[in-house]
């Protein structure tokens, strides 16, 4: 009885209940550690910001948005471009940005050990 519950329950529960909303940009002219924290600077004062990240070596920048927050690409393409850098691709992605540091950490080992 006690997993018929759990289970009605969890399929009652729609997909957009567990939507989680990151714009994900892979990001030119960062050089420097400064350049990175600059840009993350500017991210976390944004008020939609759930998370940010900002990788200097695989120029990933992420934007995890609060839930019910909405931020437009071309808003955060000149968030980017007002600290000094273009943006080179953008997508939106169902990923934490805890994710996507795994992802970016996986890959930067893998090409370690290489």
Do not use: W
């Not at 998370?51 to 948005?65: G, H, I």
């Amino acid at each position: 009885m006690k997993k018929l519950l759990i289970t009605l329950m969890l399929s009652a529960m729609t997909p957009a209940a567990f939507a989680v909303t990151t714009i994900k940009a892979e990001v030119n002219g960062m050089v420097c550690a400064f350049c990175a924290k600059g840009i993350e600077k500017k991210l976390n004062a944004l008020p939609q910001k759930q998370a940010a990240f900002v990788d200097l070596k695989s120029r990933v920048v992420a934007l995890q948005l609060k839930d019910g927050q909405e931020v437009s690409d071309a808003a955060f393409s000149k968030v980017i471009e007002d600290a000094g850098y273009t943006v080179a691709k953008l997508a939106r992605v169902n990923q934490t940005v805890e994710a996507i540091q795994a992802e970016v950490a996986k890959a930067d080992h893998q090409a370690g050990s290489k």
